[in-house]
């Protein structure tokens, strides 16, 4: 187990301050209980000797003493485990959320959806499993079982060695038993689990292409055989659970019926009451209760690491090579662009690139100015870095070398401050599964009714907003209900809104006919203020006059005019 796993699980487990009431609420349940069948067995026995009633009246009390707090000190367990456990749980979100922020949207680009959801829900929802079904059975079962062993060698002490020796060994069974077959189930679910949520997120993000296509057939079989996948291995981890909890319980009859024989000359002897030894050969029965759960803790254990490992995969404990590493704070104040953008001798990469397209997409002692309201075409071929630089300009990638804006560095900029001057719409803009009310107010919440309109008009999109209803349409999931050229102009709709004094348009033809890209650049452009610089990334040609000079990419440097 690395150190980023144990970090991650670390931080799972609340304080000992705030743990501690739970587990000694937990010894208490387990305590009245055993004591509670202790008192009971004393009781029924010494009874049946028919003594005088005030020899029994403690043990009535005793009875009904250690029922009701049984129930009390449960309540009590619950309570405060769970609140501990969610508390903390919180925190871990958090945490997990901020790591990640650092590493979107390029730090990402190359995770499946489906595993980094289930990452991100499933397995931080795992983690509260190490507190409230790990640590604290274990705590309760171990301090349980401790103090069940000297109460019985008070009574009995052959009895309390035979009860020692079962409850070691019944934890060793639950370890290597448990451990042998639940593992190896363990192992086969993680990648079973993410191939499930990978297959549903393919099917319902693309079930219209599948439909059109005559796929949807095969992609449901798909879903099919990784759920049939997953239930099978938990099926087995589940077999494994269910051997392990049945060789402990064959144990716990072990412990009574040696307990019995080893405590009977005791008996026989007179060093031992009829009572005594009824407590003696009940007792076992009773501290095996409160170690039952030991094996599904052990299982849960395996769970939670697993889990722990699958978080650590997805989220690295370091900013990868090639992502920037902001130390700066926001301070919520967008850059005054001045003289413009000026990028000098600036190389980028995309992180985590393996060895067959290191060089894709690497840009390498590039050159620009950009000047307000100055608007500039970049173009080239796949893979000559067009969409790196448009990820440099907006702090998404790091560099090397200097970009400034208004004259500072923009390494010195905390990334959401710079990202108020220059904005981006990338070639697959999202849009929310809202209205187009709330996918506008996305970027200026204040935003009237009227100034929503007013934007619209400017993109060409009102008529179409309001045959369809008005602000309150739904656009779909990632936008399914509008065209490639809506989706585009409602992201200019946004951009515009939130008044960007630089606009970098990566590719906004990219899924637009070709008949009609010509079109779309006309009025995208048209609806950007000649006072915004645009950065227009195209690996097409344009209408004449829509910019004011060209730029072309090859291989990751700037081709000679």
Not at 523 to 539: E, M, P, W
């Amino acid at each position: 187990m690395n150190a980023r796993v144990r970090g991650i699980l670390r931080s799972a487990m609340p304080s000992r301050r705030r743990f501690a009431p739970a587990v000694l609420s937990g010894f208490g349940t387990a305590a009245s209980s055993i004591a509670l069948l202790a008192a009971s067995a004393w009781l029924i026995a010494r009874a049946a000797e028919q003594p005088l009633v005030m020899y029994l009246s403690m043990a009535v009390v005793g009875v009904r003493a250690f029922a009701l707090s049984r129930g009390v000190f449960r309540y009590l367990e619950r309570l405060t485990g769970h609140d501990a456990a969610l508390e903390q749980l919180a925190g871990v979100r958090a945490d997990l959320v901020r790591d990640l922020v650092p590493l979107a949207p390029d730090g990402l680009a190359r995770s499946r959806r489906g595993g980094l959801l289930s990452s991100v829900v499933d397995d931080v929802d795992e983690l509260q499993n190490l507190p409230l079904r790990v640590m604290l059975p274990l705590a309760v079962a171990v301090l349980t079982s401790l103090a069940a062993v000297v109460f019985t060698a008070i009574v009995s002490w052959p009895a309390a060695v035979v009860l020692f020796v079962c409850l070691a060994v019944a934890f060793a069974v639950a370890v290597v038993v448990g451990g042998a077959t639940g593992a190896r189930a363990e192992r086969s679910i993680a990648p079973l689990r993410a191939a499930v949520a990978d297959a549903v997120h393919d099917l319902l993000a693309n079930l219209d292409v599948l439909t059109a296509y005559g796929a949807l057939d095969a992609a449901t079989e798909r879903v099919r055989r990784a759920d049939a996948a997953l239930r099978r291995a938990v099926v087995r981890r589940g077999g494994a659970q269910g051997l392990t909890s049945g060789a402990v319980s064959v144990l716990a009859g072990v412990a009574s019926l040696a307990a019995l024989l080893v405590a009977a000359p005791s008996l026989a002897g007179g060093s031992l009451s009829g009572p005594g030894l009824a407590v003696v050969v009940l007792v076992p029965m009773a501290v095996f209760e409160v170690f039952g759960p030991v094996p599904l803790a052990l299982a849960s254990w395996r769970q939670v690491r697993s889990a722990a490992e699958r978080i650590a995969d997805a989220v690295p404990e370091a900013v990868p090579d090639g992502l920037p590493r902001d130390e700066h704070a926001a301070t919520g104040a967008a850059p005054i662009l001045g003289a413009g953008l000026e990028l000098t001798g600036v190389r980028a990469h995309w992180p985590a690139r393996n060895d067959l397209d290191a060089d894709a997409g690497r840009l390498d002692d590039i050159a620009l100015r950009l000047g307000p309201g100055e608007r500039v075409l970049v173009t080239g071929p796949s893979g000559a870095g067009k969409t790196t630089l448009a990820h440099v300009l907006t702090r998404f990638l790091d560099y090397d070398g200097s970009y400034r804006v208004g004259g500072i560095e923009a390494r010195d900029i905390s990334g959401d401050d710079l990202r108020r001057t220059v904005g981006i719409i990338e070639q697959s803009p999202y849009l929310f599964d809202e209205s187009v009310r709330q996918n506008l107010l996305f970027a200026r919440e204040g935003a009237t009714d009227d100034e929503l309109w007013t934007v619209l008009e400017r993109v060409g999109l009102d008529p179409w907003v309001r045959e369809r209803g008005g602000l309150d349409a739904r656009v779909g999931d990632r936008g399914g209900l509008v065209s490639g050229g809506q989706a585009q102009r409602l992201a200019l709709a946004r951009a515009v809104l939130r008044d960007f004094p630089v606009l970098v348009l990566d590719e906004p033809t990219a899924g637009v006919d070709p008949a009609a890209s010509d079109a779309l650049l006309v009025d995208l452009l048209g609806a950007i203020g000649r006072d915004r610089a645009v950065v227009l990334v195209s690996h097409v040609d344009v209408p004449e006059g829509l910019v004011d000079r060209e730029v072309r990419l090859e291989n990751g440097r700037v081709a000679a005019a």
